[in-house]
């Protein structure tokens, strides 16, 4: 009998939902825009409502157009962005409003820990720096500011945590999500009351659910969620992963062998280890979906939501030119990218629309235009621009390494291009492969529903049947040289921007 899983991606700006059989192969996805307001700078924020609702309706169009009944699926599981926070209220309704990752209102409170040594001090139980858009920075700034919110709250949850109590009524927290939350002792693998004492959030305890696996059984569908979605009453949930997870076990990144670089709203750059790196020479260490294994990680804001962010904001011609020719509007400025060669174009552009690795509050930038600049090098700077961010995080992952990877696999938006991924080879210095997958982080979760559902035994076998690699990308030994040129100077103009950023008081 066919086995068919549906994975649920709540991401930064969209909610997906896909169906998948036994061998990884897309049978219907369905997609739901989730508005995100910005109240104030450095504050993004969604409805919980409008989320759940979109979710319905993006279920229910998968469903319909699959061509499958839905008493024909076999599990389903959800992932979403990491961090951020969503609350749910002891009245049965959302406390406030959810929080995005790209959040940064708490910069001031992280800038405070750690100047005082609490940022360290945690570290050794975390094996993570502190984020502004980490649950803990979050809870502390509510605490500080909307002290009201978190007295009448009754669960802390990460997005698809939230979304998975919807469908099911029962609380849990997945353990990846919140292994990079800087709420759990990652060696004990439980939530530390001590931690939330240093954070002085203390109190909070028992508003963290109960921790459960990736793959575990985490209810079931309820009547309530079936009648709102048109899923089968009585349908397990598995408990799904942090979004960088769901990616990695849909590229197969389940050992050490290969690095994983996700160019999606976040540039998220990782591998999988025997042990967290805990010399401080890496931004985040959290606990994989694989048991026995940890995700080290360097990320920021700074990946492809830029490119979406200018594609947008300034190609307004090029859109309607690209609706008119019926294809896509990154499609078309993929094509303006491609007639700019690597030595083409000098402008620097800073991927700061978020902030940046360094500094919550950098802004993002052109910098090197002159009367002769064109759309088409602004495109390619853009492109270059993201690309160089992520070697700012890759070098760091690589020097913490014991043996180079073999490949570099690569995900999100950039996996799309083969100018991209070239490009991401170049400066990278590696060779870089994709995955014959539109929607990876529905993936990844509908494999965890799969092997929770007892259709295979572990991620390893799943990964084995679901997954195809597609395309390897060499690096070009001229381009790269050109790219490590232009590294160079990325570095030093965002430094030289620094102390700007410092004295703005933004």
Known sequence: MPGYFMGIDNGGTLTKACIFDERGMEISSASRAVPMSMPRTGFT??????????????????????????GDLRGMACTGHGKGLYLWGRDGRPARAGIVSTDSRAAALVEGWQRDGTAQK???????????????S???????NQPGILDSTRWIFEVKDYVRFRLTG?????ITDYSGSSLMNLRERRFDDDILRLFGIGGLADRLP?????????GKVSEEAAAATGLPAGLPVAGGMFDIDACAVAMDVLDE???????GTWSINEYVSREPVVDGSVLMNSLFCVPGYYLVEECSPTSAGNNEWFTKLFLGEERREAEARGISPYGHAG????????DGQDIVFLPYVFGSQYDPRAKACFVGMDSSATRAQLVRAVYEGIALGHRVHVDKLLASRKAPPRAARLAGGAARSPLWAQMFADVLELPVETVDANELGALGCAMAAAVASGFYGDLGEAARHMVRIGRRFEPSTANSAIYRRKFERHEAVSAALAGLWASSGA
């Open 45 to 70: 924020e969604r409805d919980m409502e409008a989320l759940w609702t979109a979710n319905c309706e993006a279920v229910r169009e998968a469903l319909a157009s699959s061509g499958i009944a839905p």
């Open 122 to 136: 945690a570290f050794e139980r975390t094996c993570q720096s502190v984020l502004a858009c980490q649950p803990v």
């Open 138 to 144: 979050l809870l502390r700034w509510i605490k500080d």
């Open 170 to 174: 029962e609380a849990f927290a997945e």
């Open 210 to 218: 109960p921790i459960r696996g990736s793959t575990d059984a985490c």
């Open 257 to 263: 062998e290969n690095i994983c670089v996700i160019a």
């Open 335 to 342: 094509e303006m990218a491609a007639t700019v060669p690597a």
